[in-house]
């Protein structure tokens, strides 16, 4: 075997183990044999090349009559990860360890038609300027997962028709962040990190889920099957805005056909509707909300009447996937319990009873943070893969000794 190929081979097997360990939870030998059907040579192994590369680290636990017992824990402080959140309107980075618990965090209000080179340069500067007010150095930073409003070429990590993205068509997004971040850099979807990031956080034991994206003026949707996202073949997964729902018949729209969804079920065609029922609101965004839970009937008529519109939409989705969750985010506040209220009466009521037994229909447990915390982990996923785990290998080779005094 040549030595490059016996270190590509001791990195799978470390990120094998890295694997295992994410959780966080110490382990034995025998615990990670038993789990692993590893002998025991394979486990010591596979730890001390991440104990080479700073990812674990060895403890000694004294047992009750016996020798110590050696247990191998990750070290979730070992590496950063960038993660960027970038929307139309706003712009979040944070920090996180490699368990995903957000250690820094920083968010602006500003238009993302600044274009990319002004918005990715305040992401790289802003996490440097986070990870030095932790007392880290920007060698620390592992990895940076970016999440956009728009589709993306997963693969290459750039945009493509992107609707109000002035500058961003086509644009080499990793490209242009590894110039001044040497690391790994992961582009997707924000509605496909909202369900990452939904499913890591809070529904680590669902396998397949659906998760409802609504926005001021769209509809979108991350899809779990399996427990891997699904991107699709181009990275259109998920679109779902332009799909025609019945209340939409005639209603014409952007794209150019009649009936899409976004016209009678996003933000805005929520607030339109309160309107035209005599009732003023200024701010979408803040007013639906805060008129639902005043109470104000025309209001909560148009919230459960958008689930219902969202609930024909998602019929054929739950009959083709059958899935085990769906997942509405965004900031509803109170008027989250019509809007669901609203599609379920609808999925439930429409789809088959095989379909939907076991099928849940919940608000967001992530709410703001589901899109940064999916980054995150979209972002971690490099740094435990076997060229991550040889990366960090090579980093630490190359990383100079402090001299004794």
């Not at 694997?19 to 590893?38: M, V, Y």
């Not at 050696?70 to 706003?90: C, K, M, N, W, Y």
């Not at 368990?99 to 820094?104: H, P, Q």
């Not at 997963?154 to 040497?182: A, H, I, K, Q």
Request: include cysteine; proline fraction near 5%; aromatic fraction near 4%.
């Amino acid at each position: 075997m040549s030595e490059s190929s016996g270190v590509a081979s001791a990195s799978a097997g470390a990120a094998d183990l890295l694997r295992l360990l994410r959780d966080g939870e110490p382990r034995t030998r025998a615990q990670i044999g038993a789990q692993t059907g590893w002998a025991r040579a394979t486990v010591d192994s596979r730890v001390e090349t991440l104990r080479s590369a700073g990812l674990a680290t060895i403890e000694s636990v004294q047992s009750t009559g016996g020798r110590p017992s050696t247990r191998f824990q990750l070290v979730p402080e070992s590496r950063l990860i960038v993660a960027a959140d970038i929307g139309h309107t706003h712009r979040v980075i944070g920090l996180t360890d490699l368990l995903g618990r957000v250690l820094a965090q920083r968010r602006i209000e500003a238009d993302i038609e600044d274009g990319p080179e002004v918005v990715l340069d305040w992401c790289v500067d802003t996490a440097v300027e986070l990870a030095r007010d932790l007392g880290r150095a920007p060698h620390d930073l592992a990895a940076v997962g970016v999440g956009l409003p728009s589709p993306v070429e997963f693969e290459t990590g750039r945009p493509f028709n992107p609707v109000g993205m002035r500058g961003w068509t086509n644009f080499d997004v990793p490209g242009y962040v590894s110039r001044r971040l040497d690391v790994p850099v992961l582009v997707d979807n924000d509605a496909n990190l909202m369900a990452l990031g939904e499913q890591s956080r809070a529904f680590a034991d669902q396998r397949d889920l659906i998760f409802i994206k609504i926005t001021a003026s769209g509809l979108g949707a991350g899809v779990i099957a399996g427990g891997a996202l699904q991107r699709g073949g181009w990275g259109i997964a998920g679109d779902i805005g332009h799909v025609p729902v019945p209340r939409g018949a005639g209603i014409p729209c952007e794209c150019g056909n009649t009936g899409c969804v976004a016209k009678v079920a996003s933000l805005s065609a929520i607030a339109d509707a309160i309107r035209q029922a005599g009732i003023e609101v200024r701010d979408d965004r803040h007013d639906v909300p805060v008129l639902v839970a005043d109470g104000v009937v025309e209001a909560i008529y148009a919230v459960r009447q958008a689930g219902r519109d969202i609930g024909d939409l998602l019929i054929g989705s739950v009959s083709l996937m059958n899935p085990s969750l769906i997942v509405v985010g965004g900031d509803w506040g109170q008027s989250a319990e019509h809007l669901i209220a609203g599609i379920r009466e609808v999925v439930y009521a429409r789809a088959l009873p095989l379909a939907t037994e076991h099928l849940s229909i919940v608000a967001s447990r992530t709410g703001d943070d589901a899109a940064l915390v999916g980054a995150g982990t979209l972002a971690t996923d490099a740094v435990i893969s076997p060229e991550g785990v040889r990366a960090a290998l090579q980093a630490k080779e190359r990383r100079p000794v402090a001299a004794a005094n």
